[in-house]
């Protein structure tokens, strides 16, 4: 069995890598990934020497090199985690978003038209589906929830769906999508919530709370996102839209004094900044479909999943001091310095 693996020197992509090498130790697997701001090759270091892992830096738009990796590799199956995922440089700059989400997730698709494939797995996210109001604790996304996105990001996400689900239908391509929630854990890029006030806090600096923090998200542990996909590309149906979440909504602004708490800092340094344009107020994951079809069910619980983070940060110090002590000082400051 050959995957291909795109966005495996990401944040979920590189714990997948880690989750089935460790798992199918038989299996071939070449990560594909262009190395942006956020792919990091030293995150990958675990498996490089594998001979069963192959390492291919690409542009997923870029068809030549694409079409000749599938043809030198025939893989059964790819699962898409290559993409631009911050909302907040999505609103700053939609283009690239759009080329890499969605013409990238083209590109991948007609070469797995080609060359043939078992399975096309596109890893999406519940922003598709839009926000939920707070006053209504009652509603989730389901899979039948109409697709009603609010940025740029969520908004080249879906198209991404969309396609994927159309390559299905009018191709007989055998894809799968997963939405799943917002995840936490190790080789988090430090740009995102909850790796960002670990490393703020670390550091004595002010933790930036957009608005009013009132803003709800549905944290799962990225293990128990890599286990679902996991599952999808071997049991799941083609054709199929499998959310994944783990009934975990928290108010932003409980996450940061957990995180204050673990790291005995005072909650002093909380600093409520502009709210985020167009900002998503509440996430929440219906995951029963993938728990009926499929028997998935998260593992991690917050408290243990977040004492598991901050853990892994402390002992990493060298990997996300590295980052923040590079280009992203510039990003920080332009997203930061005047909010
Ligand atoms: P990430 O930003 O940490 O990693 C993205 C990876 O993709 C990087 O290694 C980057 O170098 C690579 N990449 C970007 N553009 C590329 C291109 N054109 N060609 C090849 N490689 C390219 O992202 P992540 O948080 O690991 O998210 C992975 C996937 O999961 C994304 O598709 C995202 O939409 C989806 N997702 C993320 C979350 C979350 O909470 N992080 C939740 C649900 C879904
Ligand atoms: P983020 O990690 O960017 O994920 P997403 O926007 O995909 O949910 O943000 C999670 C939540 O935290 C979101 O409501 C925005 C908020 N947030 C802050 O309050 N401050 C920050 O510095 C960041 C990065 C996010």
């Not at 020497?49 to 030549?64: E, G, L, S, T, W």
């Not at 933790?207 to 999808?232: F, M, S, T």
């Not at 800092?265 to 009926?292: C, N, Q, W």
Request: net charge negative.
């Amino acid at each position: 069995m050959t995957l291909i693996v795109t966005g495996g020197a990401g944040f979920i992509g590189s714990n997948f890598i880690f989750h089935i090498m460790e798992k199918y130790p038989n299996y071939r697997v070449v990560c594909l990934d262009k190395l942006t701001y956020a792919g990091n090759l030293s995150t990958l270091a675990p498996v490089m020497k594998n001979k069963n892992f192959r390492f291919v830096k690409a542009d997923i738009c870029d068809r030549d090199a694409v079409f000749a990796l599938f043809e030198e590799e025939k893989p059964d199956v790819v699962v898409n985690f290559a993409a631009e995922s911050h909302v907040d440089r999505s609103i700053e700059e939609p283009g690239i978003f759009l080329q890499t989400n969605i013409m990238g997730t083209a590109t991948l698709m007609d070469a797995c038209r080609k060359f043939g494939i078992k399975r096309f797995h596109q890893v999406s996210t519940d922003e598709v589906y839009g926000d939920l109001p707070l006053d209504r604790p009652d509603l989730f996304f389901t899979e039948q929830t109409p697709i009603h996105t609010s940025s740029p990001y969520s908004s080249s996400k879906a198209a991404a769906d969309l396609l994927a689900l159309a390559y299905y239908r009018t191709y007989g391509l055998a894809v799968s999508v997963s939405r799943c929630s917002n995840n936490y854990g190790p080789y988090h890029f430090p740009e995102k919530l909850i790796p960002l006030m670990i490393a703020n806090a670390l550091n004595n600096k002010p933790l930036p709370v957009y608005g009013k923090g009132e803003n709800v998200r549905d944290w799962l542990y990225v293990e128990d996102h890599c286990k679902a996909i996991d599952l999808i590309i071997h049991k799941g149906r083609a054709g199929e839209v499998y959310n994944i979440g783990g009934h975990n909504e928290m108010k932003n602004i409980d996450i940061v004094k957990i995180i204050c708490k673990e790291l005995n800092k005072p909650e002093s340094l909380i600093t409520f900044v502009a709210d985020r344009k167009g900002h998503d107020m509440r996430y929440a994951i219906d995951p029963s479909k993938i728990h009926r079809e499929l028997g998935w069910l998260p593992e991690t619980k917050f408290e243990d999943g977040i004492k598991k983070t901050i853990e892994w940060y402390l002992s990493n110090r060298e990997w996300w001091e590295t980052i923040i002590s590079g280009e992203y000082k510039e990003y920080y400051e332009k997203m930061y310095g005047n909010r």
